[in-house]
């Protein structure tokens, strides 16, 4: 299928790996110009160069902090106006609730909730004047299907989940389409890192940790950035302006209900 977004721009924020990176592919391999961000520069300049290569599109890396008001400015000066908007940053860390305190609900509301909304205030009114625009925000299972000792994720993402609920319906009507994808168990960095935890704290193997995951996955396994980018560059198409305000679970099935 055309996805009908060649020649588009796109902001890809937290893009230098894992589903950050996967979107990215996704959206140049549609042709696709991009904007792409992370703090480490070189692993950044390193995707983007991959990028280009690969997919003969534009990338213009710039390494800042998504997740404070001063990186934010320095990626939204370098993308100018763009057609499409992918947030993303790295998700808070694991612990339990008797330990978190104000700064720490703070921190993650920063990251996950209040960088995201920054950057669709800044991004979506040139969209609104446009007449075209989406917005895809990565956000997280948790979101559904909450998950303990990731409370702080829980916390902010569903804030964001709220606010995005409202602003996409306020949007919709004038061609700008906003939606979240929520991913389950991907085979990033992230979740490795998780893995290793989870190890650690049931005295166990990675590979018994992996196993016992996978088979609680409907689908066998975990998920892959390509796919899930996949996913990302079909909600970021001409063909979605009717999918508004949507939260798409992509979990291997993992979360049983019906709807
Ligand atoms: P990842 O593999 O660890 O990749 C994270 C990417 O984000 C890297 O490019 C990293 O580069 C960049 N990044 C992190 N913090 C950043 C910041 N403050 N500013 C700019 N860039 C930043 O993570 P992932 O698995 O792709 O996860 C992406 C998001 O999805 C996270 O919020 C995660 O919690 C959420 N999620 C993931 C899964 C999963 O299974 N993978 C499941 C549920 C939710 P630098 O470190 O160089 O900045």
């Known amino acids: 299928m055309d996805l009908g977004i060649k020649g588009r721009k796109a902001l890809v924020c937290a893009a230098s790996k894992g589903l950050g990176r996967g979107c990215a592919e996704a959206l140049a391999a549609e042709g696709v110009d991009l904007v792409i961000n992370a703090r480490g520069e070189e692993a950044l300049n390193d995707t ?58 703070i921190a993650a509301m920063d990251a ?16 609104c004047d446009a007449g075209w625009g989406r917005v895809v925000n990565i956000t997280s299972v948790a979101v559904k299907s909450p998950i303990a000792v990731l409370g702080l994720s829980n916390t902010a993402r569903t804030a ?77 198409s001409e063909h979605v302006g009717f999918i508004i305000g949507q939260n798409l679970l992509l979990d291997g099935g993992s979360f049983s209900g019906t709807l």
């Open 112 to 127: 996950n909730a209040l960088a995201p909304i920054a950057l669709m205030t800044a991004l979506v009114p040139s969209m």
């Open 160 to 236: 964001l989940t709220g606010y995005v609920a409202g602003l996409s319906r306020d949007v919709a009507g004038k061609g700008v389409v906003i939606n979240n994808l929520l991913p389950g168990f991907h085979a990033t960095d992230r979740i490795a890192a998780l893995d290793g935890l989870e190890a650690q704290t049931t005295n166990s193997s990675i590979t018994e940790v992996r196993e016992r995951r996978m088979a609680s996955i409907p689908a066998g396994r975990y998920g892959k950035a390509a796919e899930f980018g996949r996913a990302c560059a079909f909600l970021c």
């Open 48 to 105: 983007a160069e991959a990028i280009k290569q690969r997919f003969g599109v534009n990338v213009i890396s710039i390494a800042a902090d998504i997740t404070i008001e001063d990186g934010q400015k320095a990626v939204l000066a370098a993308a100018g106006k763009v057609d499409i908007l992918v947030t993303n940053a790295g998700g808070p860390p694991p612990g339990n609730w008797r330990d978190w305190q104000r700064e720490d609900f």
